[in-house]
């Protein structure tokens, strides 16, 4: 999987939850955002539309709009303003 | 019939504004976006047991203004309609067409106002898009709000006060920080002494910081010309000229930033006007001392969602807003506003942001190639293109273009798409005019807009 980009400094006594990255079992802590639980773990987020170029987000704040993902159910998800939840089953890849 | 007041905004601003209204009797609506409120500047932790950092770790010197902010609204909410978790996407002359919990409501309101803060102002550089590259607010809501850094060795990029807090906060928890590099001269610490002394202790911590980043170390390089952040799918290092000389900076993530922007959407959709300010170098609602919005009664912004002045001018404006939304209901008001200590504000804020300017002058050189807008990757290039072809103004550009026609709405890459235009037309980035605000201002499912049709 490689090293995530981010990096956790502080806060890390949470508990422990498991979701589903790509159908991949995946640990994240309780009140993470859905990019913080992805960007932990990876190195970008998505692939950009039109260039297939990856990206990770912008501005973590909800303006950017460079950072949605889906649910396995097919929801749009902006992954900043999204928490993480136990089970959540999210997809990177269209 | 009781008038029905609506706020927008869960930061310094509204908080105060909303405060101002209960103590005089009223009980207004208060609308928030994020799940708890504070703002960007006095936001809160996630409600999750284990989260463990106080006041003091999370807002530094600021920490008696959070906790009054917080406590404050403490003591309205009962008085308060409030709903948090709820975005305001479009607004009619007699409604907010709201979005929250996946479910579209309208909210009828007599009088608004609207407290929305603002966000980073962007200028590109080359490899902009990479993974790694964030807006320096952002960075510092990661630290802040979920306790990680955006990289393991990060540079800072920009100008503007916030660009010390954030180096100094991340170098702090223990973040290799590579460097700090700005545009402005001296740092930004030189220029207009006078209108730094209107704010003397704000200044100070400034210097605090840069003399905090210096003693550890840490490279604090000013006046210096980005070139551009490498790497193939992640940062690699960015390299910046420092006096016409190349040098590189090792680093896995950038945190870019030159000052920040009103977000000025839903103002414009409300009905506001807009001026060019000079000494913003941005296009901002036009109010009176009181905040009213000039030309369309009911209206009433507060806050650096019309011009930035920073938290502490951010609380007073609120109350203002409020003093004159109380007054134009016939309600004699209890207490006075604060205005001599606001005019000190607004003096400061234009020392800073002479001190510390856009740098507007990047956008000439910035290469072709370079991405613009990052939502349907318009390039420099592009955009020089379309003025080749005759275009003169930014709205015909982005209809020629696609600039600024994605999802933010232009709202990152508006500033620089401008300065581009302007820079290969050769006139006043005011004179290409701005790009118009078009609802939903926020992506919203399908099913949201439906009740919109005409």
């Known amino acids: 999987m490689g090293r995530g980009q981010f990096r956790r400094v502080a806060e890390r006594e949470r508990r422990r939850i498991a979701f589903l990255l790509d159908g991949v079992e995946t640990e994240a802590l309780e009140g993470d955002t859905v990019l913080i639980a992805i960007l932990t773990t990876r190195a970008h987020l998505r692939m950009a539309e039109f260039t297939e170029a990856p990206r990770a987000g912008f501005c973590l704040m909800g303006a950017c709009q460079d950072c949605w993902v889906a649910s396995a159910d097919g929801r749009s998800l902006r992954a900043c303003t999204t928490y993480v939840a136990e089970g959540m089953a999210i997809v990177t890849r269209r | 019939m009781n008038t029905r007041v609506a706020i927008v905004g869960g930061g310094p601003a509204g908080i105060r504004a909303a405060e101002r209204l209960v103590e005089h009797g009223l009980s207004p609506i208060l609308l928030d976006e994020a799940p708890r409120i504070g703002g960007r500047i006095y936001q809160q932790l996630p409600e999750v047991r284990g989260f463990r950092r ?41 409604r907010l067409i709201t979005l929250g919990d996946g479910r579209r409501e309208e909210i009828a309101y007599d009088r608004l106002i609207l407290a929305t803060g603002a966000m980073d102002r962007i200028m590109p550089l080359p490899g902009w898009t990479l993974p790694g590259v964030f807006a320096l607010g952002g960075a510092q809501i990661a630290l802040k709000h979920q306790g990680c850094a955006i990289g393991h060795s990060v540079v800072f990029l920009g100008s503007g006060p916030l660009l010390y807090l954030a180096a100094y906060q991340y170098a702090k928890a223990g973040v290799n920080v590579a460097a700090v590099l700005t545009t402005a001269p001296w740092l930004g610490l030189g220029a207009n002494l006078l209108g730094m002394a209107a704010q003397a202790k704000t200044a100070a911590k400034g210097a605090y910081y840069v003399a905090k980043l210096l003693s550890w170390r840490i490279p604090v390089i000013g006046s210096v010309r980005p070139a551009r952040i490498m790497g193939r799918d992640s940062v690699e290092g960015l390299e910046v000229l420092v006096d016409g000389r190349l040098r590189q900076f090792d680093c896995d993530a950038v945190a870019l930033g030159y000052g920040l922007k009103s977000e000025s959407q839903l103002a414009e959709l409300a009905g506001a006007q807009f ?64 205005f001599g200590t606001l005019k000190r504000w607004h003096r400061f804020r234009v020392a800073l942001e002479q001190a ?17 807008c990052r939502c349907e990757n318009i390039t420099a290039g592009e955009v020089r293109a379309a003025a080749d072809q005759g275009l003169r103004e930014i709205n015909r550009v982005k209809a020629a273009t696609r600039l600024g026609m994605g999802r933010c709405q232009g709202r990152i890459c508006g500033i620089a798409g401008a300065e581009v235009l302007a820079a290969k037309l050769g006139v006043s980035v005011d004179s290409v005019g701005r790009l118009r605000a078009q609802p939903p201002v926020k992506p919203v499912p399908i099913e949201a807009l439906a009740g919109d049709a005409p």
């Open chain 2, 275 to 338: 001026v060019f300010d000079r000494a913003q170098n941005q296009w901002l609602p036009e109010i009176d001392d009181h905040g009213r919005a000039v030309g369309r009664d009911g209206l009433y912004l507060a806050g650096d969602g019309a011009g930035i002045q920073g938290a502490d001018a951010a609380e007073l404006r609120g109350r203002i807003a409020a003093g004159a939304l109380l007054q134009d209901l016939g309600i004699a008001l209890k207490d006075a506003g604060d």
């Open chain 2, 54 to 94: 106080d006041g003091k770790a999370l807002y530094g010197f600021e920490a008696g203004k959070a906790e009054d902010l917080h406590a404050a609204f403490a003591r309205i909410q009962p008085q308060l309609d409030y709903r948090p978790g709820t975005t305001v996407f479009d607004i009619a002359s007699d």
């Open chain 2, 356 to 372: 510390m300017p856009f740098p507007s002058h990047l956008a000439a050189d910035l290469p072709d190639a370079s991405i613009l």
